[in-house]
C-alpha cells in the first residue's frame, strides 16, 4: 500500500535524516568511550581494579552511554522530531529533549549505583555538585558530547534556514 493510498501526505520536513543520525553516533560512540577512559581516575576502581577490570568497566560504561545516548534521542524524536534536523526549531528542542534525558537518566544511575547499589565509587579526585550530590564529569559528559553531537549531525542542515 503506497503512502498516497493511505491518505497521508509526507511533506520533505516530515522525515528524520538517516544521515544527521549517523553523525550524531559518530561523535557520540568515540567521545564516550573516550570520556570513560579519560575519567577513570575519579573512580575508586583506578586505584582498586586491576587494568582489565578498568578497561571492562570503561567498555562496558561506553555501551551504556550509547544506549542511554539513542534511547534519550529516540525519545525526543518521537516527542518533537517532525523534520529533524532540518527545521530550526526542531534541531533546537530535541537537542534540549535529549539532553535534558540523558542528563535526568545519567543523575538517577549515579545515585542508584553509588548511594543504593554502591556498585561503584567516586575518588577524592571526582568533584562533586553540592545540591545534585553527583559527580561533576559524569554530568558534563551528557552536556558535553551530546552538544558536539548534535553540532556535527546538523551541520549539513543548519544553513536551510527554516526557523
Known amino acids: 500500500m503506497s503512502v498516497t493510498a493511505t491518505g497521508v501526505r509526507l511533506s520533505s520536513t516530515d522525515g528524520i535524516s538517516l544521515t544527521a543520525l549517523r553523525r550524531y553516533f559518530s561523535v557520540i560512540i568515540p567521545a564516550n ?11 575508586t576502581i583506578w586505584n582498586e581494579g586491576t587494568w582489565g577490570e578498568i578497561v571492562f568497566a570503561a567498555v562496558h560504561c561506553t555501551g551504556g552511554d550509547i544506549l542511554i545516548a539513542m534511547s534519550a534521542l529516540v525519545l525526543a524524536l518521537m516527542m518533537s522530531g517532525r523534520g529533524w534536523p532540518i527545521v530550526a526549531s526542531t534541531r533546537r528542542s530535541v537537542t534540549v529533549l535529549t539532553v535534558v534525558f540523558g542528563l535526568g537518566y545519567t543523575l538517577f544511575s549515579e545515585w542508584l549505583n553509588i548511594v543504593i547499589r554502591a556498585a561503584w565509587a567516586y575518588s577524592d579526585l571526582m568533584p562533586i555538585i553540592p545540591v545534585l550530590d553527583a559527580g561533576l564529569s559524569p554530568v558534563l559528559q551528557w552536556i ?3 552538544l558536539i553531537a548534535f553540532w556535527w549531525a546538523s551541520r549539513p542542515f543548519s544553513g536551510h534556514g527554516n526557523a
Not at 35 to 41: K, L, R, S, T
Open 144 to 146: 558535553v558530547i551530546p
Open 33 to 43: 568511550l573516550i570520556w570513560e577512559f579519560a575519567h577513570m581516575p575519579l573512580y
